[in-house]
């Protein structure tokens, strides 16, 4: 009977593993989103007491007693355990693992024969998706200050498949904090709970930004597969999948694999926006507009015909001969930009002619029009105004891929600094995934 009741306390005990606490905080931003996972804290049930595992082998030895005394003993150990300073009582490894120790200690303890594939286990990623909210709309959903559409005043926008961390619920409405917006949307243009976990792995963007300075993409996930491509810090890269210890990412070459060392992984989704936040940006996109077309302009003027002699001399025409009155500023861009196909591709290179790397031909190439940009394909993502997907894109307009970025032309091409052995070329524009568009004029 006694050793009866040890192995179902055994069993009990290895697989009943409750998941304690979750303290999740998701930040998004359309830029940059990084979401803290949760994690969890293990506790093993026995029965209805909680027991920990360096205390259970004193128990189990306690056991030995007459069964009328053993059951109180288990109790009495128990609580003993409980109020230990030397015993530890709440373990919080990540709540994805379960360590081939800890199940080692179960087994040695009680002399249960345990599987680690025996033991459930929570997936932190999918309970932190599940407290999402995903809104699901053509254009977007008013974030309101109350769960009424007549009463409520629009706080913000919660645009089509951003994201905000439920809070609760109140009669069909989902109270929801994302970015710096908190309010109410209507739950009918929303989905949350198990339903979000699916269309979050699509919505949400796992990136992977360099954190060293020149970056190393191998063709496999060892240093002694060969080298694919070369990518500067603070570059954003595309996870494609997690491996132990490396990420496979897309570059330009292709996919290849870089290591966890030199990399910050995060999950990108898009935030609300509040009315405050609506409003600067939409001022700040016509000031940076109005900026560009002036120097431009400036830079037309001040070459006048001087600039169309010279260019005689030379292979190349000057930015301001693609300038007219009846071509806008994006076209004269593209323009300036596809005299240079056939230039090499040089890394870190910033020159037009003799060499420049992706972000450095888009760069220098907008340079020419009196505008300065960031030498970072990751940074050129946030430059400019957002322009909603390749179908609405203008000449001029900046593409940005994993690793990548170039310069619309129209009719669905792109101009890029391509690689080593292309160089400078034209290209279809969704020859890679997009990942987003940027307009400058």
């Known amino acids: 009977m006694n050793k009866a009741f040890m192995r179902f306390a055994a069993l009990s005990m290895a697989t009943a593993v409750t998941?304690?606490?979750?303290?999740?905080?998701?930040?998004?931003?359309?830029?940059?989103?990084?979401s803290v996972l949760?994690?969890?804290?293990?506790?093993?049930?026995?029965?209805?007491?909680?027991?920990?595992?360096?205390?259970?082998?004193?128990?189990?030895?306690?056991?030995?007693?007459?069964?009328?005394?053993?059951?109180?003993?288990?109790?009495?150990?128990?609580?003993?355990?409980?109020?230990s300073d030397s015993t530890v009582t709440n373990v919080t490894p990540l709540a994805s693992t379960l360590t081939d120790s800890i199940l080692s200690d179960i087994q040695s303890a009680t002399g249960a024969a345990v599987k680690k594939e025996d033991v459930e286990e929570v997936d932190p990623e999918e309970e932190m998706f599940k407290t999402l909210v995903i809104a699901q709309v053509n254009n977007y959903v008013n974030v309101?200050?109350?769960?009424?559409?007549?009463?409520?005043?629009?706080?913000?926008?919660?645009?089509?498949?951003?994201?905000?961390?439920?809070?609760?619920?109140?009669?069909?409405?989902?109270?929801?904090?994302?970015?710096?917006?908190?309010?109410?949307?209507?739950?009918?243009?929303?989905?949350?709970?198990?339903d979000a976990v699916e269309l979050a792995r699509k919505v949400g963007t796992r990136i992977a930004t360099v954190t060293t300075t020149t970056l190393k993409v191998r063709g496999g996930p060892s240093l002694d597969a060969e080298v694919l491509g070369l990518v500067p810090i603070e570059d954003q890269l595309v996870v494609e999948e997690e491996l132990d210890g490396w990420v496979k990412v897309s570059i330009e070459?292709?996919?290849?694999?870089?290591?966890?060392?030199?990399?910050?992984?995060s999950t990108e989704f898009v935030k609300a926006e509040s009315k405050a936040e609506e409003e600067a940006r939409l001022a700040k996109e016509r000031a940076a507009r109005e900026a560009?077309?002036?120097?431009?302009?400036?830079?037309?003027?001040?070459?006048g015909k001087s600039s169309s002699k010279s260019s005689k001399s030379s292979s190349y025409n000057d930015a301001s001969s693609y300038t007219t009155e009846s071509s806008s500023i994006g076209s004269a861009v593209a323009q300036f930009a596809l005299q240079f196909v056939g230039n090499p591709y040089v890394y870190g290179g910033t020159s037009l002619t003799n060499g420049a790397?992706?972000?450095?031909?888009?760069?220098?190439?907008?340079?020419?029009?009196?505008?300065?940009?960031?030498?970072?394909?990751?940074?050129?993502?946030?430059v400019g105004a957002a322009v909603d997907g390749i179908s609405n894109a203008q000449p001029g307009d900046i593409v940005c891929y994993s690793g990548h970025v170039a310069i619309y032309i129209g009719n669905g091409q792109i101009v890029h600094a391509s690689t080593a052995k292309t160089g400078i070329k034209v290209s279809d524009a969704g020859y890679r995934s997009i990942?987003?568009?940027r307009r400058i004029f």
């Open 19 to 34: 998941f304690t606490t979750f303290d999740i905080d998701a930040y998004a931003s359309s830029n940059k989103v990084t």
């Open 144 to 194: 309101r200050d109350l769960p009424d559409e007549q009463e409520g005043e629009v706080v913000g926008k919660l645009y089509d498949k951003s994201v905000g961390t439920f809070i609760e619920e109140d009669n069909g409405w989902y109270k929801i904090k994302s970015g710096s917006v908190e309010g109410y949307v209507k739950g009918e243009y929303c989905v949350t709970g198990d």
């Open 253 to 265: 070459e292709g996919d290849g694999y870089v290591s966890l060392d030199y990399v910050e992984l």
């Open 292 to 303: 560009a077309q002036k120097a431009a302009a400036d830079a037309a003027a001040k070459s």
């Open 435 to 437: 990942l987003a568009v």
């Open 38 to 83: 949760p994690q969890a804290g293990f506790t093993y049930a026995l029965g209805s007491n909680q027991v920990s595992l360096s205390g259970l082998q004193e128990t189990m030895e306690t056991e030995k007693a007459e069964s009328e005394e053993a059951t109180a003993s288990v109790s009495k150990s128990t609580a003993e355990v409980a109020e």
């Open 357 to 382: 790397d992706c972000s450095g031909f888009v760069m220098s190439v907008y340079n020419n029009f009196g505008v300065s940009l960031p030498h970072s394909s990751g940074a050129d993502r946030s």
